[in-house]
Each structure stands twice: as structure tokens, then as C-alpha cells.
């Protein structure tokens, strides 16, 4: 997923090695790594950056629809967007709390 990093940060990654990211940069990042530079409130997804609501074709420079998105995805996203989800849930629970979020 891509994300718009916020802050100058250094993570490790999935793969166990580290990895430096510099304010501005937009890279793609797994959702473990999102969630790590989220924390650290270094990174929001891209397209996340204005505060505009949630609805219809959503994540990112992409234009992926919520629809295409996969559960990670979905997870991530509604980190982002502040809104409360189980994560054990399925994908299809998952994205109807997101849609039912943005109504």
C-alpha cells in the first residue's frame, strides 16, 4: 500500500532489517510496516492526507474501490480513518463497517 511518510523514521521491517524513510516520500509499504510508521506518527496512507469523508472510490493515488482492497488493506484503512473495527473479523464484516462508516 502506498503510504505518505510525515516524518524523517527508521522501522524495522518485515524481512527484520531496517529501513529509513524521509518526510514526503510516498513508497509502498506492507500493512505491518504501515502500522509501525502509523504508531510512530510518521506515515498516513496516501489519499488519507485531507480530511475529506469517507465514501465511493477510496485508497489512494490508485483508485482502488474499498471493493478491491485486500482485508490488510481494510485493516490499515480503517486505522487510518479512525474507525473501529475487529480485526478477527472477515474481509466482507470488515469492509460493510467501513461502507456503513461513511454513511
Known amino acids: 500500500m502506498e503510504v505518505l511518510i510525515t516524518r524523517n523514521m527508521t522501522i524495522a521491517t518485515d524481512a527484520g532489517t531496517s ?18 510508521l502509523k504508531r510512530a506518527k510518521a506515515a498516513v496512507l496516501a489519499g488519507a492526507e485531507t480530511s475529506e469523508p469517507v465514501e465511493g472510490n477510496q485508497g489512494g493515488d490508485k483508485g482502488e474501490s474499498l471493493d478491491d482492497m485486500t482485508k490488510a488493506e481494510l485493516l490499515a484503512y480503517a486505522e487510518a480513518n479512525q474507525i473501529e473495527v475487529d480485526p478477527k473479523a472477515a474481509k466482507a464484516v470488515v469492509l460493510a463497517t467501513i461502507k456503513a462508516a461513511a454513511e
Do not use: N, Y
Open 19 to 36: 529501513r529509513q524513510f524521509v518526510k514526503g516520500e510516498k513508497p509502498d509499504v506492507s500493512a505491518s510496516e504501515f502500522g509501525r
